[in-house]
C-alpha cells in the first residue's frame, strides 16, 4: 500500500488549502483513512476521519465546521479541504489508512489504529 499526500503550503490566516491522498496497492472498500497532524515537540493528534465504504465522517472539535474530508471512488484519493486557517493549524499533515474501519471511536482517533502512513505535507499559516 502506498499513501502520497500533497496539497501543502503557506497560506495567511483565514486562507485555504485542500490536502489530497492518494492510495494504491490495495482494494479501499473495508477501510477507514484519516488526516493526523504533528507539530514540532507535540504528539500526533487526529484531525478527520472518514470510512470510504459510506463516507461517514469524525472530525476533532477544533477543525469542526472548517474542515471537511471527503473521498474520490475513482481516483482513491481523500482529501481534506481546510478553511478559515489558523495559526495553530500549522503542522506536518499526515494521512492515513485502516485496513478494516474500526467501528470503535476512540480507536478511530489513535495513530496505532492506522497501518498505513503518508510522506506528510506541511501547512504553514502565518499570523
Known amino acids: 500500500v502506498q499513501l502520497q499526500a500533497s496539497g501543502g503550503g503557506v497560506v495567511p490566516t483565514g486562507g485555504s488549502l485542500r490536502l489530497s491522498c492518494a492510495a494504491s496497492g490495495r482494494s479501499l472498500g473495508s477501510s477507514g483513512m484519516a488526516w493526523f497532524r504533528q507539530s514540532p515537540g507535540k504528539e500526533r493528534e487526529f484531525v478527520a476521519a472518514?470510512?470510504?465504504?459510506?463516507?461517514?465522517?469524525d472530525y476533532v472539535d477544533s477543525v469542526k465546521g472548517r474542515f471537511t474530508i471527503s473521498r474520490d471512488r475513482a481516483k482513491t484519493t481523500v482529501y481534506l479541504q481546510m478553511e478559515s486557517l489558523k495559526p495553530e493549524d500549522t503542522a506536518v499533515y499526515y494521512c492515513?489508512?485502516?485496513?478494516?474501519?474500526?467501528?470503535?471511536?476512540?480507536?478511530?482517533?489513535?495513530?496505532?489504529?492506522?497501518?498505513?502512513w503518508g510522506q506528510g505535507t506541511q501547512v504553514t499559516v502565518s499570523s
Open positions: 492515513a489508512l485502516d485496513p478494516i474501519y474500526n467501528v470503535d471511536w476512540i480507536s478511530r482517533t489513535r495513530p496505532p489504529t492506522y497501518d498505513y
Open positions: 472518514i470510512r470510504w465504504s459510506t463516507a461517514s465522517t
